[in-house]
């Protein structure tokens, strides 16, 4: 599949998550969802201009091309997953890994709040707090690189060569 006919398929597959993509099919319009990202914010950094002391100032057409690229690239990873045999919702495992450390960020807050309120020297309480906070967050930081490590070798699985629970071969 060649990169027009992958941006294509994609495109006109908006919100497809069911039935494969090939490689070639979803690397190329991995190719262009970023490629196009790049371009873009240089397109904005030239007309907006860039300015590091004002983080706030941020152009607005790399925005909207990722906002609206982004259900395509999604469903197309999904159907990628699928030609691999494996399911697509492996892909929400990193998003799954997040929300369980925010969980249990606040609640270690909370837990630590409520120890102090109860009348627990403050002091005492901050170092152990601390220590537990950033090894969570350390812990969640390598969960989700290896995640991540793990998603990129399953998309660039070969496909499975006969039909499997999510169709035909494409």
């Known amino acids: ?8 398929a994609c495109l006109s597959k908006y919100v497809t998550f069911s039935g494969r993509a090939g ?5 190329w319009f ?5 490629g196009g990202a790049v371009v873009l914010s240089m397109i904005d950094a030239a007309l907006f201009g860039t300015d590091p002391n004002a983080p706030e ?3 607005i057409l790399a925005p909207i091309f990722q906002l609206a690229m982004f259900l395509p690239y999604l469903a197309a990873a999904w159907r990628r997953m699928h030609d691999t045999g494996r399911p697509g919702g492996y892909l929400l495992l990193p998003l799954a890994v ?8 606040f609640l270690g807050i909370f837990a630590f709040g409520a120890m102090e309120t109860a009348g627990a ?18 812990i969640a930081g390598v969960v989700q690189f290896i995640l991540l490590i793990l998603l990129v070798y ?3 699985r ?3 060569p006969d039909a499997n629970e999510y169709g035909p071969p494409v």
């Open 1 to 8: 599949m060649t990169f027009t006919e992958s941006v294509r």
């Open 23 to 27: 490689r070639s099919e979803f690397w």
């Open 30 to 34: 991995a190719a262009f969802f970023f």
């Open 57 to 59: 100032q941020v152009g």
């Open 98 to 105: 997040s929300i369980g450390m925010y969980v249990f960020l």
């Open 121 to 138: 020297d403050p002091d005492a309480l901050r170092g152990p707090a601390a220590i537990l906070g950033l090894s969570g967050l350390m």
């Open 154 to 156: 399953w998309l660039t």
């Open 158 to 160: 070969p496909s499975q």
